[in-house]
């Protein structure tokens, strides 16, 4: 694939290059501008990989919404960055993986206070799928702050001392589990075989001197129509 140094938009130490549909990052990048950047905004395009920020070292602010990065997502060492955006990736949250991912996280990034994975399946809650709840999302931040000890901020919240007290007695345990039915399963592979467009996230521009990384409040009303009962499932008992 060609790239174009044109597509870059610099401004003092933040470097964005959004929209382009590039699948890796380009050498010239990091060349030119690895020593610079301190925000690096990829975001609107197909990466699959992060291999190329190796030369990024000073890097405090990472965005990539909506790429193609998935559990597997590996990044070089980066003692600075304190704020990474994920959104709209294909992250997931089956638990070996989804566990490996943080683990890595907290090897490469120390630094790291906040994080966003609104959009992926990995984080779980109404606004990406009906049969998700609060109780569901609440088990993903505790497993999530259980691993990065560090956060002050996880996707549209703030993290409360309650949720690190639970995090550390219990998070280690909880995952987002929904008993199926066949009608579930029939159900699920309608959904998997239609595409939406729908996105949880405000509808953010990709013009490289506007696109902004979203931190906000969210509120989420349950009404109760998915109740399973009680979904905190230990190890011991699968």
């Not at 990472?62 to 600075?80: H, K, Q």
């Not at 990065?148 to 949720?163: A, H, P, W």
Request: proline share 3%.
């Amino acid at each position: 694939m060609a790239y174009n140094e044109s597509m870059v938009v610099v401004n003092g130490s933040q470097v964005s290059c959004i929209g382009h549909d590039w699948e890796d990052i380009p050498d010239f990048l990091g060349a030119k501008y690895g020593e610079v950047a301190r925000r690096l905004d990829l975001s609107f395009n197909q990466l699959r990989s992060l291999k190329g920020l190796k030369a990024f070292s000073q890097l405090e602010e990472l965005i990539v919404d909506n790429n193609l990065l998935g559990n597997d997502l590996r990044l070089p060492r980066l003692p600075r960055l304190h704020t990474l955006m994920l959104n709209k990736n294909q992250i997931s949250f089956f638990e070996l993986c989804f566990s490996a991912l943080l683990e890595h996280l907290v090897e490469v990034t120390p630094a790291l206070e906040y994080l966003s994975l609104l959009g992926n399946e990995a984080c779980p809650n109404q606004l990406v799928s009906m049969d998700k709840d609060e109780d569901d999302y609440q088990r993903y931040r505790y497993f999530v702050l259980h691993k990065l000890t560090n956060l002050k901020f996880l996707d549209t919240r703030k993290v409360t001392q309650s949720e690190r007290s639970e995090a550390e007695a219990r998070g280690a345990f909880m995952k987002v589990v929904k008993p199926k039915n066949d009608q579930d399963t029939a159900s699920d592979l309608r959904s998997e075989s239609t595409v939406t467009s729908y996105t949880p996230l405000p509808r953010g521009s990709k013009d490289a001197r506007n696109h902004k990384g979203v931190f906000t409040k969210c509120r989420y009303v349950y009404y109760g129509k998915h109740s399973e009962g009680n979904r905190f499932i230990r190890n011991d008992q699968l």
